[in-house]
């Protein structure tokens, strides 16, 4: 199973980027699909997460701001993120939690290379 990442870049404060998803390799389905971040010196956390039945869980910092969106039959996941701060400066992660191999193999965490993301002020 791959993930493979794309989008990024440095943008202004204020600026919109969007960043791209798309799982492939031996994958029988797909719990949830969405993205996390990694700042300097701080933990990987949430950033917006698209459950099987639709729901998508954002963090607090990044409501209102970012919208991401899942296309289950593509394997996609596409994340826009508007209104950027300073403080969204991060590498940002592609997670997939799947099943990789037939309806009985155990669901596992997945994660892309990573892309970073720079917001000047």
């Known amino acids: 199973v791959q993930l493979q990442a794309s989008g990024g870049g440095l943008v202004q404060a204020g600026g919109s980027l969007r960043l791209s998803c798309a799982a492939s390799?031996?994958?029988?389905?797909?719990?949830?699909m969405g993205w996390y971040r990694q700042a300097p010196g701080k933990e990987r956390e949430l950033v917006a997460l698209?459950?099987?039945?639709?729901?998508?869980n954002y963090a607090d910092s990044v409501k209102g701001r970012f919208t991401a969106s899942r296309d289950s039959d593509k394997k996609t996941v596409d994340l826009r993120m508007n209104s950027l701060k300073p403080d969204d400066t991060a590498v940002y992660y592609c997670?997939?939690?799947?099943?990789?191999?037939?309806?009985?193999?155990?669901?596992?965490?997945?994660w892309g290379q990573g892309t970073q993301v720079t917001v000047s002020s």
């Open positions: 698209v459950t099987g039945d639709g729901t998508t």
């Open positions: 390799g031996s994958i029988f389905s797909i719990n949830a």
């Open positions: 997670n997939a939690y799947l099943r990789p191999n037939g309806w009985n193999s155990q669901l596992r965490n997945y």
